[in-house]
């Protein structure tokens, strides 16, 4: 092999010279030189029939699996850092030539478990380099065919099913949105399903009796893929059923992150708003709150709407509060902690669009001057957002002036939101805080009915800066 690594070296070192095609980064050239080290030992690893060297020949006798190694090590290689590494038109032809060593590989053994999964592991390394998005979704939806295949001929294994669910989820950003639930559905399936293969007695650590790492992903990545499609359902019953699940499923993890603390606070939180007893949502609410201080006050870099998310906890405790003093109280701390979030966000209009949906909550549970207060406060809201980001906060500006009983400013900011995004038609006349725009304006409702589809499926909104 000695020539092989004297020709690689000197073609390393013209490799290693920035381009115009390529990201000066070290590091990103060192990925770089080392994907096309393992391509060109795996072209040596090539019988040629002009070529009846030993070298050759022996090569050609190792496993795949033994080349399968060097490309799943290289793959690991090139995972991206913050930025990613870059390719170029030359390296371009390096993952072509990747290509084609894979279906040879692929057609040499296609019922070999390790060969699919370590395959698929490929092809995630290269869907996470930056520079081949339009190949992207190419490599998803052929790494989730060689997973599935996978799974079904070793049922039962966690790493199979958690990097199926994985690339399931990521698949789900490459389609329209009716393919897109169905796709995020059976992705959290398949988190419960890994979650699953660990018993009563293999669940916990023994030495330390903490619940299994392992067991803790599967758990937590199917608790937040339920929480999402429950917000984005327009189904009460489903919404209800997956925040209980979501809300479970974070439960049965040891919380010593502040990340995890996060996700624990945003599932109470959830639950705490569905209707059900007082007392049940009070604690509700204050578990969400506990959690939701822990985690943004953690300063973790990954938590990035901490104290948006424990305002709105504390003005769900404002709803359930005994007195309207203690309500007031609430509201007050509300208020200073999204003036904070404002401010770590930097002029985002996130958090108003948020703080203008917690608002409405309020209002929804509220009657008289509280509801009115509350509506003023969403308002205020949502017409910062609109500042931050013109027309962003115009449907809850519509609900919100609904509630006050002004039908035709509401009329005027609703039909501005419904050019923006006609697909939240369906919502809006389903809507509970519109219901006093639509008493005093039935000719809009009937128009607006008559444009939605009657199929429930098609055209169904998303609750995304809603709900």
């Known amino acids: 092999m000695d020539d092989f690594w004297d020709e690689f070296d000197a073609e390393a070192e013209q490799t290693a010279s920035p381009n115009d095609n390529r990201?000066?980064?070290?590091?990103?050239?060192?990925?770089?030189?080392?994907?096309?080290?393992?391509?060109?030992?795996?072209?040596?690893?090539?019988?040629?029939?002009?070529?009846?060297?030993?070298?050759?020949?022996?090569?050609?006798?190792?496993?795949s699996r033994f080349w399968l190694m060097l490309a799943q090590f290289t793959a690991a290689l090139n995972l991206p850092e913050a930025s990613g590494p870059r390719f170029g038109p030359a390296d371009r032809g390096?993952?072509?030539?990747?290509?084609?060593?894979?279906?040879?590989?692929?057609?040499?053994?296609?019922?070999?478990?390790?060969?699919?999964?370590?395959?698929?592991?490929?092809?995630?390394?290269?869907?996470?380099?930056?520079?081949?998005?339009?190949?992207?979704?190419?490599?998803?939806?052929?790494?989730?065919?060689?997973?599935?295949?996978?799974?079904?001929?070793?049922?039962?294994?966690?790493?199979?099913?958690?990097?199926?669910?994985?690339?399931?989820?990521?698949?789900?950003?490459?389609?329209?949105?009716?393919?897109?639930?169905a796709l995020l559905r059976e992705a959290a399936g398949r988190f419960d399903e890994a979650a699953r293969c660990f018993?009563?007695?293999t669940r916990r650590v023994p030495a330390s009796g903490e619940f299994h790492p392992a067991y803790r992903l599967a758990t937590c990545c199917a608790?937040?893929?339920?929480?999402?499609?429950a917000r984005e359902s327009d189904d009460e019953e489903e919404c209800s059923r997956l925040f209980r699940q979501a809300y479970r499923q974070i439960s049965q993890t040891h919380l010593d992150l502040p990340f995890l603390r996060f996700l624990r606070g945003r599932a109470a939180l959830d639950l705490a708003w569905l209707p059900g007893r007082t007392k049940a949502r009070r604690k509700l609410f204050d578990e969400?709150?506990?959690?939701?201080?822990?985690?943004?006050?953690?300063?973790?870099?990954?938590?990035?709407?901490?104290?948006?998310?424990?305002?709105c906890a504390t003005v769900g405790r404002a709803a359930v509060a005994t007195t309207d003093e203690d309500a007031q109280r609430h509201v007050e701390r509300a208020v200073e902690l999204f003036e904070r979030a404002t401010q770590e966000a930097k002029g985002e209009e996130g958090v108003e669009s948020i703080a203008a949906r917690a608002w409405l909550m309020l209002a929804n549970e509220c009657s008289g001057e509280n509801e009115q207060a509350a509506a003023r406060r969403a308002a205020d809201s949502a017409r910062r957002c609109n500042r931050m980001?013109?027309?962003?906060?115009?449907?809850?500006?519509?609900?919100?002036?609904?509630?006050m009983g002004k039908p035709a400013e509401a009329s005027k900011a609703l039909l501005a939101a419904l050019a923006r995004e006609p697909e939240d038609a369906a919502h809006a006349l389903r809507d509970p805080d519109l219901e006093r725009l639509w008493e005093a304006r039935p000719k809009l409702r009937q128009v607006l009915a008559a444009r939605v589809p009657t199929d429930p499926k098609a055209g169904a909104p998303s609750r995304g800066h809603h709900g």
């Open 389 to 403: 980001e013109p027309g962003s906060g115009d449907y809850n500006l519509a609900c919100a002036l609904s509630r």
């Open 23 to 63: 990201d000066p980064d070290p590091e990103v050239t060192d990925r770089s030189v080392a994907l096309m080290a393992t391509f060109k030992l795996l072209n040596h690893g090539k019988a040629d029939p002009r070529d009846g060297s030993p070298r050759s020949l022996a090569l050609d006798q190792v496993q």
């Open 288 to 311: 969400a709150c506990r959690y939701l201080r822990a985690a943004a006050e953690s300063n973790d870099p990954k938590i990035t709407d901490g104290y948006t998310h424990w305002a």
């Open 94 to 181: 390096i993952v072509e030539e990747a290509e084609v060593w894979i279906q040879r590989v692929l057609k040499s053994a296609p019922f070999d478990v390790q060969v699919l999964h370590g395959v698929a592991t490929i092809l995630f390394g290269f869907y996470e380099l930056a520079g081949l998005e339009d190949r992207k979704a190419y490599w998803v939806k052929k790494a989730c065919e060689l997973l599935d295949a996978a799974v079904r001929l070793a049922p039962g294994r966690f790493d199979l099913l958690t990097d199926l669910a994985t690339m399931l989820s990521l698949k789900a950003e490459q389609v329209p949105p009716a393919e897109r639930t």
């Open 223 to 229: 608790s937040t893929l339920n929480s999402l499609l």
């Open 199 to 201: 018993g009563p007695k």
